[in-house]
């Protein structure tokens, strides 16, 4: 599979909604392909490098394990700048990418398997109330189903909801065991 990629300084989880401000040309055309022909595009955190292209500046490389994101919404509230909403779905490795004329990114990609849906074990039990009441609270909540009943789910919500470092969200990212994902929640809550 190929996909363009966005590279940004976030992560975007598997069930997530992020919202982007798109002005630079390489990444309207890629809005407007993927809008054209109903497809996702990549969401990579930056490696190393810039998020926006500036001249003389070492230009943004991906991280191996990145997230599908789907267009939900999108509006021009001004010429040249393109809002749009999207849904993080199914984790993909990069096997190899190369960088277009226009600057943009484009990967050749394998779907990782989503993790198991495994329950919440007892000992995380206490987050799951947290994060309803959280989420309940939110004006922009992640797509709905609610899946309260999930560990990945829970992990990942946590992990976008909590002021976690960048390279900790992909850690929690790559990893492919929900419980994994949620105990890697649980001590950074008990270090903090």
């Known amino acids: 599979m190929e996909l363009p990629l966005f590279l940004l300084n ?16 390489r990444y309207m055309d890629m809005v407007k392909e993927c809008l054209r022909t109903d497809t996702p595009f ?11 292209a500036v001249p ?7 991280r191996a394990v990145g997230t599908l994101a789907t267009i939900a919404d999108w509006q021009m509230p001004q010429l040249g700048i393109l809002h749009i ?15 277009e004329t226009s600057g943009l990114v484009r990967a050749r990609v394998e779907l990782l398997p989503e993790p198991q849906v495994a329950p919440v074990p007892g000992d995380y039990a206490r987050l799951v109330p947290m994060l309803r009441s959280l989420i309940e609270s939110l004006e922009d909540q992640p797509p709905k189903p609610h899946r309260f ?27 492919d065991d929900g419980i994994a994902r949620l105990d890697a929640i649980y001590r950074f809550l008990e270090e903090s």
Not at 10 to 25: A, D, I, K, P
């Open 42 to 52: 990549g969401v990579c955190l930056i490696a190393q490098g810039s998020e926006v």
């Open 10 to 25: 976030v992560v975007l989880h598997s069930g997530g909604r992020m919202e982007l401000r798109v002005f630079e040309t």
């Open 85 to 99: 909403v999207t849904h993080g779905g199914q984790r993909f490795r990069i096997l190899s990418w190369r960088r």
């Open 149 to 175: 009943y999930d560990a990945a789910w829970v992990a990942d919500r946590w992990a976008e909801l909590l002021p976690l470092p960048m390279d900790k969200r992909q850690e929690i990212l790559e990893l």
């Open 56 to 62: 003389g500046r070492p230009t943004a490389e991906p």
